[in-house]
């Protein structure tokens, strides 16, 4: 058999498999595939195959298997239908064997690292809301947290490195995201881990933006905004990939996202809450508090959009962080 390269890891009906399952699989054919699910890019000859969402990148299309150059054979898990507290309960479990969660002392994170029990690293500049939030959050849940803070010239010096690779160098809120994860990222690598649980995908499926409750048709925006999760999976692992790492997402699990997809759009925000039904089962593992607690996005919390907004202004850019960011691209990619 050719040499298989696994990236990632890959499960099937709830079981996570060895390498030695994977090519015991293999040997009857790239079609045995078919029914695994999991986050990998899987090589072995002339043969690569993709995870069915995309989560871990590749040059091939999510959810194929592409041999000589041309697809072969198609990834399509179906796992036993369950309820999405099991469906939660599972995707956490299979990605627990190792790495660390990225933690904020949201709803999202703080059931990821209940269920996971990994070690978990929170950023935010000193004294930012994130910081004091996941300080709080870690302490009640019993939590083995560790805090970056960053100075603004080490934002300055991510910054430069995340345009160099993000999708959308100049876009002010796409680059204040990949700059917060990339302190993830590097404390990960720093700190020996390659896969790190993050709560991507949320808010999307359960409706956890502010503007969801006022949406004129919340059911389309939920749909476009869950459609846009690939175009921000591409910059988180790119973020990710400086540090050779990568970002593990249990809520896009097969399992989670058929579970929530069924809820009616008015279940997932309703009477004014946001995430309703993932507060509710939050609520069964994790203090109420904690569960029913509104946070801000994590460029915000975390202090890195103002950290921005001020190293803009000090490079002469008073009312135009993108002026800055495109300043910047520029210059990294030597235009």
Not at 329 to 334: G, K, L, Q, V
């Amino acid at each position: 058999m050719p040499t298989m390269n696994l990236k990632g890891w890959i499960e099937r009906d709830g079981v996570r498999l060895t390498p030695a399952d994977v090519e015991q699989l293999l040997e009857v054919g790239p079609e045995a595939l078919n029914g695994c699910g999991g986050e990998f890019l899987l090589t072995y000859g002339d043969c690569t195959a993709r995870d069915a969402l995309g989560i871990m990148p590749g040059p091939v299309p999510p959810g194929t298997i592409c041999c000589g150059g041309r697809e072969v054979a198609r990834i399509n898990p179906d796992p036993p239908s369950c309820t999405l507290e099991e469906a939660i309960v599972t995707a956490v479990n299979l990605r627990s064997g190792k790495g660390a969660v990225a933690f904020s002392g949201g709803v999202d994170s703080a059931l990821v690292a209940h269920l996971a029990r990994l070690p978990c690293v929170a950023v935010g500049l000193e004294g930012s809301h994130d910081v004091r939030r996941a300080a709080v959050a870690a302490r009640m849940m019993g939590l083995d947290l560790e805090i970056v803070t960053p100075t603004e010239e080490e934002v300055a010096e991510a910054l430069a490195r995340v345009v160099r690779v993000i999708p959308d160098p100049t876009n002010p809120l796409e680059a204040s995201i990949a700059t917060t994860l990339s302190f993830v990222a590097a404390w990960a690598k720093e700190h020996g881990h390659t896969r790190i649980l993050a709560g991507q995908g949320a808010d999307e499926l359960f409706g956890g933006y502010a503007r969801y409750l006022t949406s004129p048709d919340l059911t389309a925006e939920l749909e476009r905004d869950f459609a846009d999760l690939g175009r921000q999976r591409t910059r988180d692992q790119a973020v990710a990939g400086l540090h050779g790492a990568y970002f593990s997402m249990p809520y896009l699990d097969v399992r989670v996202v058929r579970a929530a997809r069924a809820i009616p759009a008015a279940e997932r925000v309703r009477g004014g809450v946001r995430k309703h039904p993932l507060r509710e089962i939050a609520e069964r593992h994790i203090p109420v508090e904690i569960a029913r607690a509104e946070k801000k996005a994590m460029q915000y919390g975390s202090g890195i959009w103002r950290a921005m907004q001020r190293l803009a202004r000090n490079n002469g850019y008073k009312k135009s962080v993108q002026g800055y960011l495109t300043d910047i691209s520029r210059a990294e990619h030597d235009y």
